[in-house]
């Protein structure tokens, strides 16, 4: 079955850390550019980090340049997002998206697979 | 960064009726647009892509038209599993993609 399954989120105090992780099965991970977004309570989606299939290429919104980081084992099949220096602005459910399609190093960036989710809570 | 405009905020329909969801993008976007679908508690599902193309499993009652900067997804005959949250994205100017802020179709 293609699906994609996040964990690691949690409730931590402004300025903790995070590592969330996405567990990928049923298709060939390495093959594809993968993405995060996140959706805060009742408000709308919003695109946070992307990698493309090599790990060569990361991309990041502005909101978390500089305290997130991106990365991918393709031996895993894992995705990853390390957050640092985490604001309470960053509480959101996070989800793993798989982008659609990609061809000679060029991407069309909407996502045709997305994970359950796993909510980040950062409260003092 | 391309802002993306959805409209109306919530839309009220009847099953069986026709629904018309509107997105716009404050420049164009060519046909790089793609149409989500979001039920309470659920990642959003992929509908469309490149403005008028079916993802996988979508059912024809779905359609998307539209380029440069106003698009259109139409639901020809809604059914009950259709009342949902809806956004539409834009990924021609890239990064960042952005998303608009959603369309509430509920039961009238």
């Known amino acids: 079955e293609v699906q994609l399954l996040e964990s690691g989120g949690g409730l931590v105090q402004p300025g903790g850390s995070l590592r969330l992780s996405c567990a990928a099965s049923g298709f060939t991970f390495s093959s594809y550019a993968m993405s995060w977004v996140r959706q805060a309570p009742g408000k709308g989606l919003e695109w946070v980090s992307a990698?493309?299939?090599?790990?060569?290429?990361?991309y990041y919104a502005d909101s978390v340049k500089g305290r997130f980081t991106i990365s991918r084992d393709n031996s895993k099949n894992t995705l990853y997002l390390q957050m640092n220096s985490l604001r309470a602005e960053d509480t959101a459910v996070y989800y793993c998206?798989?982008?659609?399609?990609?061809?000679?190093?060029?991407?069309?960036?909407?996502?045709?697979?997305w994970g359950r989710g796993t909510l980040v809570t950062v409260s003092s | 960064e391309i802002v993306m405009t959805q409209s109306p905020a919530t839309l009220s329909v009847s099953p069986g009726e026709r629904a018309t969801l509107s997105c716009r993008a404050s420049q164009s976007v060519s046909s790089n647009l793609a149409w989500y679908q979001q039920k309470p508690g659920q990642a959003p599902r992929l509908l469309i892509y490149?403005?008028?193309t079916r993802a996988t499993g979508i059912p024809a009652r779905f359609s998307g038209s539209g380029s440069g900067t106003e698009f259109t997804l139409t639901i020809s005959s809604l059914q009950s599993e259709d009342f949902a949250v809806y956004y539409c994205?834009?990924?021609?100017?890239?990064?960042?993609?952005?998303f608009g802020q959603g369309t509430k179709l509920e039961i009238k």
């Open positions: 998206a798989k982008v659609d399609y990609c061809s000679g190093g060029s991407c069309h960036w909407y996502f045709d697979l």
């Open positions: 990698i493309s299939g090599s790990g060569g290429s990361t």
């Open positions: 994205q834009q990924y021609n100017n890239w990064p960042p993609c952005t």
């Open positions: 490149g403005a008028s």
